[in-house]
């Protein structure tokens, strides 16, 4: 996927997150992901689009969202976004929605921790609607869609 399509969902769906901090307005942020990616050996990962925080007041890293998929900072682990099958989200009350469970294509699930936002306003649902509209856009026929062949 074109790193323009990841960047259009970014842009339209993660600016409604509290906790989400754009590399092009952190850019020393953004430079802590690459720094991430680099010990988690994820040079695969692409261009630093914005790093997710833990808590909005912060700038401790939740995950970094990059070109080609998600680094985790406490696994220390990256989850390319055409390894997501689907994402599930359970939550009994809004201001409870703080985690997406990330199901890979290998059956393995992966627990995507979202802490930030303000009582009902949890950034979990923007991290949601990016990562469900990144899919679709996944599996879209349109060749706009599709991979640019090397």
């Known amino acids: 996927m074109s790193v323009d399509h990841v960047?259009?969902?970014?842009?339209?769906y993660l600016k409604?997150?509290?906790?989400?901090?754009?590399?092009?307005?952190?850019?020393?942020?953004?430079?802590?992901?690459?720094?991430?990616?680099a010990a988690a050996q994820a040079s695969i990962a692409g261009v630093v689009l914005g790093v997710q925080t833990v808590d909005e007041h912060l700038d401790e890293i939740a995950f970094v969202v990059a070109e080609n998929g998600i680094l985790l900072r406490d696994a220390a682990r990256y989850i390319p976004y055409d390894r997501i099958s689907r994402t599930n989200s359970h939550y009994q009350e809004k201001q409870d929605f703080r985690g997406i469970d990330l199901e890979l294509?290998?059956?393995?699930?992966?627990?995507?921790?979202?802490?930030s936002g303000y009582g009902k306003v949890r950034d979990a649902f923007a991290v949601s609607s990016f990562l469900g509209h990144l899919l679709r856009r996944l599996t879209q026929a349109h060749a706009a869609y599709r991979p640019v062949p090397a």
């Open 7 to 12: 960047r259009f969902c970014a842009d339209k």
């Open 16 to 37: 409604n997150s509290y906790g989400f901090r754009p590399a092009a307005n952190r850019p020393d942020l953004a430079e802590d992901g690459n720094r991430l990616a």
């Open 105 to 115: 294509d290998d059956g393995s699930t992966v627990d995507l921790k979202v802490e």
